[in-house]
Every structure is written in C-alpha cells, then in structure tokens.
C-alpha cells in the first residue's frame, strides 16, 4: 500500500506543478486553490508512505515522479521542446524509479 500512496502522491507533485503554472504567480483563483490542495495531498500521502518505505528511496520516487511527469506535461501541454537527449534522460530517469522499486522491500 506504501507504493501505492507514494505513487499518487507523485503524481500531486506533477499536479501542483502544473497547477502553479497555470495560477499566472497566484492570479487566478481557481488554479490557485488547486495547487494548494495538490501539494497539500502530495505531501501527506508521501508522509503516509515514509512511515513504510525507506525515506531515501521514497523521496527519491516520489521527487522523479514529479521531476519526469512535469517534463512530460510541459512537452505535451505547454509545447516545450523534446529533443531526443530530453527524452532519453526522462527515460533514464523513469528506468531508475522502476530500478529503485524493484530492489526495496516493503
């Protein structure tokens, strides 16, 4: 259950941060409000699964789910570039949060 929560708290992450793009500096209410609620349930959830996983590995998940799926909605949503080297050091990025789950035990 611990990686359950650390992935969807991952994925908060990636909401906060597009939420804090989309806010224009705080401006716009509604994504304001979202981001807030975002990072409010991303942290939450990976303190839920640190009580679990090893702090190490969880941060290191949980900060790389946030780091290549913020990548990934920039290039899908806000048009920025994906060149290959991008790409492949998103990849690499991805193989290592798989790499780090597959040798932990919880």
């Known amino acids: 259950m611990a990686w359950f929560y ?13 939420c804090l793009k989309f806010s224009n500096n705080f401006s ?13 349930l991303s942290f939450l959830l990976m303190n839920k699964a640190i009580q679990t996983l090893p702090i190490g590995t969880a941060y290191a998940v949980w900060t790389g789910i946030g780091a290549a799926g913020s990548v990934l909605i920039g290039i899908f949503i806000f048009k920025e570039p994906a060149d290959f080297w991008r790409l492949f050091f998103i990849f690499m990025l ?13």
Not at 6 to 18: A, K, N, R
């Open 6 to 18: 650390l992935i969807l708290g991952g994925l908060f992450e990636v909401g906060f941060t597009t």
């Open 28 to 40: 716009n209410l509604k994504w304001s409000i979202a981001f807030f609620i975002c990072i409010i």
């Open 94 to 106: 991805i193989a290592s949060i798989l790499g780090l789950k597959l040798v932990t035990k919880d």
